[in-house]
């Protein structure tokens, strides 16, 4: 299985900026796309970046000019940068990777979760 662990979130004022990181371990074989989500209490779980194996990215609308998110391919590693954070932003950020792995039987596909880090924009 893949696992992937995720570090950076806390509390910091509105106009502060934080950096998430999320690094995956297992039996790898490629990462074809990493992501970062966002939950906020009450609502559904949405996109925030994504990047594909090529370092194409996509962000969503709220987010763009404001945060930036990359990769260490030699990591196994995606991180979000996230400058002049709002209190909007406040949510339960998680980390998704696609990708493949190894097994017993050949490679098959992955789609891995992290925990979750909690982020706090206060006024």
């Known amino acids: 299985q893949v696992q992937l662990v995720e570090s950076g979130g806390g509390l910091v004022q509105a106009g502060g900026s934080l950096r998430l990181s999320c690094v995956a371990s297992?039996?790898?074989?490629?990462?074809?796309?990493m992501g970062w989500y966002r939950q906020a209490p009450g609502k559904e779980r949405e996109l925030v970046a994504s990047i594909t194996d090529g370092g194409s990215t996509n962000y969503a609308d709220s987010v763009k000019g404001r945060f930036t998110i990359s990769r260490d391919n030699a990591k196994n590693t995606v991180y979000l940068q996230m400058n002049s954070l709002k209190p909007e932003d406040t949510a339960v950020y998680y980390c998704?990777?696609?990708?493949?792995?190894?097994?017993?039987?050949?490679?098959?596909?992955?789609?891995?979760w992290g925990q979750g880090t909690q982020v706090t924009v206060s006024l």
């Open positions: 297992g039996n790898i074989l490629s990462i074809n796309a």
């Open positions: 998704n990777f696609r990708g493949y792995r190894g097994g017993v039987y050949g490679r098959y596909r992955f789609d891995s």
